[in-house]
T-cell receptor, first 109, second 115 residues
Framework: RKEVEQDPGPFNVPEGATVAFNCTYS??????FFWYRQDCRKEPKLLMS???SGNEDGRFTAQLNRASQYISLLIRDSKLSDSATYLC??????????FGTGTSLTVIP | EAGVTQFPSHSVIEKGQTVTLRCDPI?????LYWYRRVMGKEIKFLLH????????ESGMPNNRFLAERTGGTYSTLKVQPAELEDSGVYFC?????FGGGQPQHFGDGTRLSIL
């Protein structure tokens, strides 16, 4: 079983739509959680950390459900520039980071 | 502030040859990580340095891979001899501190192709 699982998509949504991605992780002792964004042939870039109480950054909202071991990312009012692959990343107790395969999003004009 | 830089950006070599990848972390970042992404798969951890010490090298595939970080600054990852299955994108990342959920900052990666 993979440490981190994501629906690879692709998600194709119109501009202005709201889209949500989910991610599940297998290690209940995992410590920290992140969403990264990766554009085609570029490096992963931190989008936001995910906190237990949930957190919001502009149009982006991240939620963590420790009981069910899943993390979500909600993007409101999608922009063309949001098109990218979104990576769910989980850090375990040994400070090792595990990546999901990524969810592909394309925002259509 | 300069980000994580990796060199070369691309490398194409023949099976059996040797290749050395370099990573310069963000200045002041004690933690340095190497990752690899094989086509169609997720990014996978290779190893983690804290300053010049290997904190965790459990992800290194085999003894053909050797990572060093002399002086605790830049790091090199040598593959010798390279095999076809070593092809992929090798990312380096760095972070400050230890634990506590510090995010990692990634370099652009080195795209390695073994022919």
């Amino acid at each position: 079983r993979k440490e981190v699982e994501q629906d690879p998509g692709p998600f194709n949504v119109p501009e202005g739509a709201t889209v949500a991605f989910n991610c599940t992780y297998s290690n209940s002792a995992s410590q920290s959680f992140f969403w990264y964004r990766q554009d085609c042939r570029k490096e992963p870039k931190l989008l936001m950390s995910v906190y237990s109480s949930g957190n919001e950054d502009g149009r982006f909202t991240a939620q963590l459900n420790r009981a069910s071991q899943y993390i979500s990312l909600l993007i409101r009012d999608s922009k063309l520039s949001d098109s990218a692959t979104y990576l769910c990343v989980v850090r375990d107790t040994g400070n090792q980071f595990y990546f999901g395969t990524g969810t592909s999003l394309t925002v259509i004009p | 502030e300069a980000g994580v830089t990796q060199f070369p950006s691309h490398s194409v070599i023949e099976k059996g040859q040797t290749v050395t990848l370099r990573c310069d972390p963000i200045s002041g970042h004690d933690n340095l990580y190497w990752y690899r992404r094989v086509m169609g798969k997720e990014i996978k951890f290779l190893l983690h340095f804290v300053k010049e010490s290997k904190q965790d090298e459990s992800g290194m595939p085999n003894n053909r891979f050797l990572a060093e970080r002399t002086g605790g600054t830049y790091s090199t990852l040598k593959v010798q001899p390279a095999e076809l299955e070593d092809s992929g994108v090798y990312f380096c990342a760095s972070s400050q501190g230890f634990g506590g959920g510090q995010p990692q900052h990634f370099g652009d990666g080195t795209r390695l192709s073994i022919l």
